[in-house]
């Protein structure tokens, strides 16, 4: 089974509107991390927001924001006011604290792109 | 300014050959890693190292080969037993501490393409 799902393989969004990224996740680890990261045409990976399974609040970074649904094993990702240079793809990974070396596990990626 | 660099960008190998993709930091990161990128899937760990002179393998090891000689440096060398080695390599570094990991950086990628 797959332990992080990212259902949307593409989306348009008008720029200046929201966008929002699902990513589902399955564990049962009751302690366990959150990320999301974008990746540009130029291939870099970056590192955008982090929501820990013990966080009473959504995780915020600027335009960026976690929507963590911890029942729903939800933890999409809010971009407000989407811009030209949000066009990207954008990967969910889940990190269990069972596993000692604590390795990312990784979604298959959304690419969203920004109409101007 | 402190980040990863990897090279060489693109390279082109003939099947049977063995190739070496660099990954150099200067952000004094512990904890270095190396991954495949396919189209449409999610990255997929092959070695990463935590310390200098010490590392493991991840879930896709088989035909790869690693060193970590030093804590700026973890080159990855592609063996002629990699059957499918045509693929995008990420490297990647974190600070190592146990409540950051995760919060990768990574490099810009080297795209290896097998003829």
């Known amino acids: 089974a797959q332990k992080i799902t990212q259902t949307q393989p593409g989306m348009f969004v008008q720029e200046k509107e929201a966008v929002t990224l699902d990513c589902t996740y399955d564990t049962s680890d009751p302690s366990y991390g959150l990320f999301w990261y974008k990746q540009p045409s130029s291939g870099e990976m970056i590192f955008l927001i982090y929501q820990g399974s013990y966080d009473q609040q959504n995780a915020t970074e600027g335009r960026y924001s976690l929507n963590f649904q911890k029942a729903r094993k939800s933890a999409n990702l809010v971009i407000s006011a989407s811009q030209l240079g949000d066009s990207a793809m954008y990967f969910c990974a889940m990190r269990e604290d069972w596993d000692s070396n604590y390795q990312l596990i990784w979604g298959a990626g959304t690419k969203l792109i920004i109409k101007p | 300014d402190g980040g990863i660099t990897q090279s060489p960008k693109y390279l082109f190998r003939k099947e049977g050959q063995n190739v070496t993709l660099s990954c150099e930091q200067n952000?004094?990161?512990?904890?270095m890693y190396w991954y495949r990128q396919d189209p449409g899937q999610g990255l997929r760990l092959i070695y990463y190292?935590?310390?200098?002179?010490?590392?493991q393998k991840g879930d896709i090891a088989e035909g790869y080969s690693v060193s970590r000689e030093k804590k700026e440096s973890f080159p990855l060398t592609v063996t002629s037993a990699q059957k499918n080695p045509t693929a995008f390599y990420l490297c990647?570094?974190?600070?190592?501490?146990?409540?950051?990991?995760?919060?990768?950086?990574f490099g810009e990628g080297s795209r290896l393409t097998v003829l």
């Open positions: 952000l004094n990161h512990d904890a």
């Open positions: 190292s935590q310390i200098v002179n010490d590392f």
């Open positions: 990647a570094s974190s600070i190592g501490d146990r409540g950051r990991v995760g919060e990768l950086f």
